[in-house]
């Protein structure tokens, strides 16, 4: 029987990258978007036929994931396979983060893998068969400056999968996180011609990573030959010194 995957924020990016593997291995795979209606109907029309479900949902709204786990076990069963994808980014000085902006990124990069989780855990727990994937980042590592929420809401995915691990273990579900470097995505096109240069040089690899490097690295997480890796935090960042 097909495994059934679920990933938040796959409809561009990194998730759309993991989403094409998994359907390539012919997974059941369920996927949500919260905005971007364009992009999801073209993910729709390009993989037809595949058994794939599309899901609208603010993925930081309780109720909303549940019932998004509702559907995917009405036609799919139960999730066996998350990967925790979805993310927002935002570049301010600590001094001029609102309260709002700061419990925002965290409702979204931290308290989505709850409901996530939350959603899926006594399923996986219940089978003694499971695999979560949580999407941190470089920063949630090292830190970067003009970027305190967003490094510390990626700090705190690392301490979410290893303690989650470290829980369900025992139930032979393997917890990892995933956390790349900079990635040639959306989320870093704000950043101008000069600054993608100096972060190639910065690189021992001498490139900036791409959405294929961080899919293939989650792709390997959830294989049969990942199944003694758990509580780990895997860096695809081509090799800076963090």
């Given at each position: 029987?097909?495994?059934t995957?679920?990933?938040?924020?796959?409809?561009?990016?990194?998730?759309?990258?993991?989403?094409?593997?998994?359907l390539?291995?012919?997974?059941?795979?369920?996927?949500?978007?919260?905005?971007?209606?364009?992009?999801?109907?073209?993910?729709a029309?390009?993989?037809?036929?595949?058994?794939?479900?599309?899901?609208?949902?603010?993925?930081?709204?309780?109720?909303?994931?549940?019932?998004?786990?509702?559907?995917?076990?009405s036609?799919?069963?139960?999730?066996?396979?998350?990967?925790?994808?979805?993310?927002?980014?935002?570049?301010?000085?600590?001094?001029?983060?609102?309260?709002?902006?700061?419990?925002?990124?965290?409702?979204?990069?931290?308290?989505?893998?709850?409901?996530?989780?939350?959603?899926?855990?006594?399923?996986m727990?219940?089978?003694?068969?499971?695999?979560?994937?949580?999407?941190?980042?470089?920063?949630?590592?090292?830190?970067a400056?003009?970027?305190?929420h967003?490094?510390?809401?990626?700090?705190?995915?690392i301490?979410?999968?290893?303690?989650?691990?470290?829980?369900?273990?025992?139930?032979?579900?393997?917890?990892?996180?995933?956390?790349?470097g900079?990635?040639?995505?959306?989320?870093?096109?704000?950043?101008?011609?000069?600054?993608m240069?100096?972060?190639?040089?910065?690189?021992?690899?001498?490139?900036?990573g791409?959405v294929?490097?961080?899919?293939?690295?989650?792709?390997?997480?959830?294989?049969?030959?990942?199944?003694f890796?758990?509580g780990?935090?895997?860096?695809?960042?081509?090799?800076?010194?963090?």
């Open positions: 029987m097909a495994h995957a679920f990933i938040t924020g796959a409809t561009r990016g990194i998730g759309l990258c993991i989403a094409k593997l998994f390539e291995k012919g997974m059941n795979v369920a996927v949500t978007y919260e905005k971007n209606d364009t992009a999801a109907h073209k993910m029309k390009e993989f037809d036929g595949k058994n794939l479900m599309i899901i609208k949902c603010d993925v930081s709204d309780y109720y909303a994931v549940q019932n998004a786990f509702e559907k995917v076990s036609v799919f069963g139960g999730v066996d396979i998350l990967v925790n994808n979805a993310g927002i980014a935002q570049q301010k000085l600590f001094c001029d983060i609102s309260r709002k902006e700061w419990d925002r990124m965290f409702d979204v990069n931290i308290g989505a893998m709850y409901n996530t989780v939350k959603c899926c855990y006594n399923h727990v219940n089978q003694k068969w499971g695999r979560i994937i949580n999407i941190s980042s470089i920063w949630g590592i090292s830190g400056s003009c970027e305190v967003y490094s510390a809401s990626k700090a705190a995915v301490g979410f999968t290893k303690a989650l691990a470290k829980e369900l273990g025992p139930s032979g579900i393997c917890v990892n996180c995933v956390a790349p900079v990635i040639d995505t959306e989320m870093n096109s704000h950043l101008c011609e000069e600054d240069t100096a972060l190639e040089e910065e690189t021992p690899l001498c490139r900036i791409t294929q490097d961080i899919a293939l690295c989650v792709e390997y997480l959830v294989s049969d030959g990942a199944s890796i758990t780990q935090v895997i860096s695809p960042n081509g090799g800076i010194v963090i």
